[in-house]
């Protein structure tokens, strides 16, 4: 891929570091867009909250979650047992940083996790996660064409970890202001 392909891909977790930073290239990490508004499944949604945002483009169907739908991606939406985890544990404050190849003018970041009893050894689905996000950054500025929704570079959250044991997934979205997409990176965590 040229230069120029490179450097229209947008962004990805860095810290701790996600699944596509580890075992992709990282302007394949830093491409795994598809629309927004997770856990939604249909695409022409408007934004509750800033309705004069770009209507979300078609989210990522169930099982392709990881890759976002991108079939260069399609490897990180396998069940495996020997993805590379970060130990974390119940309750901790993790710190999640974001770097971007393109920055947009963004509305929100959110982090969703793997429900207690959820099946590692299927491919990832909205039913496996907990249906509300465990932790929500929301930049207020409206409308997105007139305000200063640009992250800064790299972005950093604090999330406070719930209550879990063993192996889960932490999917972090984020979700573009001026246009339908947003960004997907799974992290893998290991509860001690």
């Given at each position: 891929?040229?230069g120029?392909?490179?450097?229209i891909r947008?962004?990805?977790?860095?810290e701790p570091?996600?699944r596509?930073?580890?075992?992709?290239?990282?302007?394949q990490?830093?491409?795994?867009?598809?629309?927004?508004?997770f856990?939604a499944?249909?695409?022409?949604?408007?934004?509750p909250?800033a309705?004069d945002?770009?209507p979300?483009?078609?989210?990522?169907?169930?099982?392709r979650i990881a890759s976002?739908?991108?079939?260069?991606?399609?490897?990180?939406d396998?069940?495996?047992?020997?993805?590379?985890?970060?130990?974390v544990?119940s309750?901790?404050?993790l710190q999640?940083s974001?770097?971007?190849?393109?920055?947009?003018?963004?509305?929100?970041?959110?982090?969703?996790?793997?429900r207690?009893?959820?099946?590692?050894?299927?491919?990832?689905?909205?039913?496996q996660?907990e249906?509300?996000?465990i932790h929500?950054?929301?930049?207020?500025?409206?409308?997105?064409?007139?305000?200063?929704?640009?992250?800064?570079?790299?972005t950093?959250?604090t999330i406070?970890l719930p209550r879990?044991?063993g192996?889960?997934?932490l999917?972090?979205?984020w979700?573009?202001?001026d246009?339908?997409?947003g960004?997907?990176q799974?992290?893998d965590?290991?509860?001690s």
């Amino acid at each position: 891929m040229t230069g120029t392909q490179q450097s229209i891909r947008h962004g990805s977790v860095i810290e701790p570091v996600s699944r596509a930073a580890i075992y992709l290239e990282s302007w394949q990490a830093a491409g795994l867009e598809a629309g927004k508004f997770f856990p939604a499944t249909e695409s022409g949604l408007l934004d509750p909250f800033a309705p004069d945002d770009v209507p979300n483009a078609q989210p990522p169907a169930d099982g392709r979650i990881a890759s976002a739908g991108q079939d260069f991606a399609a490897s990180l939406d396998e069940p495996r047992s020997d993805w590379q985890t970060h130990t974390v544990s119940s309750g901790q404050k993790l710190q999640v940083s974001w770097s971007y190849h393109a920055a947009h003018k963004t509305r929100r970041w959110n982090y969703f996790l793997t429900r207690d009893g959820w099946d590692p050894n299927r491919p990832l689905s909205r039913d496996q996660f907990e249906s509300a996000p465990i932790h929500t950054e929301q930049f207020s500025g409206q409308p997105y064409w007139s305000a200063d929704l640009l992250p800064p570079d790299p972005t950093r959250h604090t999330i406070t970890l719930p209550r879990r044991n063993g192996y889960h997934v932490l999917l972090a979205v984020w979700e573009v202001a001026d246009t339908g997409n947003g960004f997907y990176q799974v992290i893998d965590l290991t509860f001690s």
